[in-house]
Every structure is written in C-alpha cells, then in structure tokens.
C-alpha cells in the first residue's frame, strides 16, 4: 500500500484509473477528501471511494467493471407476476436520508462503507442534485427498498441498494432502467458484480470499454434533468 499515490487533500487530482492496482483489483490511491468537487471528479473517471472507518479513504477503479445497460434490465417470469400486481410504488429523491440511511443499517453486519462522512458528503451532493434517491413503497406507505447514486451527464452511477420486503429492489431496479433508457442514459455503473445484478441484466465489461463508454457520455445532457420516475410497468399483457 505504501507503494500507492497518496492524494494531499489539498490538491484535486487523481491518477489515471488505468494505473490502478491488478491485486487488490482496482485499488489505485488512498487519502484526499470526500469534497463534492473530489467526488465528482472521481466519478467522471471511473473512480470510487470504498472504504471503513478504519483506514484511510480507498479509491478503487477495478477491472472488469460491472455495469447495466439500461435496455438490457432482465424481469424474469416471478417478477414479471410481482410487477404485474403494482404492489409497490416506485419515487424518486422523496427521502434521500432514510434510503442512505437503510443502506447503511443493512450491512452493518458485514461492515458497511457508508460511514458518518460518507453519508454527510452523499447528502451534500443530493442538495446539488448530483445525487439522487430512488425509493420503493409498500401499500401502507412504509419505505422498503431503496437505491442512491450519482447522475453525471447521460451516466448514473449506483451507490449502494436495500431491501426490507421481497423484490422491493427488484422492482426499484426494472423502474430506473426503463426511466434512465427513456431519459438518454447510456450506462448505469454497478462498480462490482454480484449474483443479485446479473440475474437483472448486468455484466461485466473490461476497464477500458467503461472508461470509453463514460468520457463519451458524461459530458452530454440527457432528455430529463428532473428526477421524476414517470415510466410505469405496462401490465399483464407484456
């Protein structure tokens, strides 16, 4: 680790996501800050903060890179059945703080990365509209399932997800593809795979297509700059 670039908090740069470390994958500097402007500026490089409160702040770039492709969301014939009933109803940016804040609590048991800070600098860019909430509500209007990311031009990338009740972020999930497709959003980064997002539709990609896909999407507008999930599941006839 002492072999990594230490990034003086005073200074806004990063090193080329390409000299990131092959083991541990994508690992690639440590220190600096969580300042909006840092923050945006990793993600527009295909940089993330991942880190706990006992080290130092991690920045990771890794390779290969799990992404969705918003027209490629898979709805398998059980969530088909579940999206079919319109049991929950799907917003977004209505409670920023309580989905990072479930996020959070639902993986304390294997040690959560949000920390007090990141939670605080997640917040701010949410004031910016950087950062959106996409939430799912069950028929009593109790918040079950929740997602929070980063929207940078036709780019979003997501953060961290919840579920309190089955296929809460199942649901979520097919909502935002569909809206982001809608919206012009070429990409949707999921940093790492896992079992949950390839039964949805992601996979992984190498390094240096998500770099190229980002540095020709993160500077163009999409169709919609206001965070309203409109797009709604067509019905049983699909």
Known sequence: MTSLPWIDPDQLWFPPAEEALDEPDGLLALGGDLSTDRLILAYRNGIFPWYSDDQPILW???DPRCVLFPEEIHVSRSLRRTLNRQYFSITADKDFTNVIRLCAET???EGTWITEDMTHS?????????AHSIEAWNPAGKLVGGMYGLALGQCFFGESM???ETNASKVLMVHLAHQLAEWGYKIMDCQVENGHLLKM?????PRREFLSILRASVDRSPTQSSWQIQWQWPGPEV
């Open 107 to 109: 993986r304390e048991r």
């Open 201 to 205: 539709g992601a996979r992984s990609i």
């Open 162 to 164: 919840f579920s309190l």
């Open 122 to 130: 997640y917040t701010r860019l949410h004031e910016l509209g950087v």
């Open 60 to 62: 990771w770039s890794p």
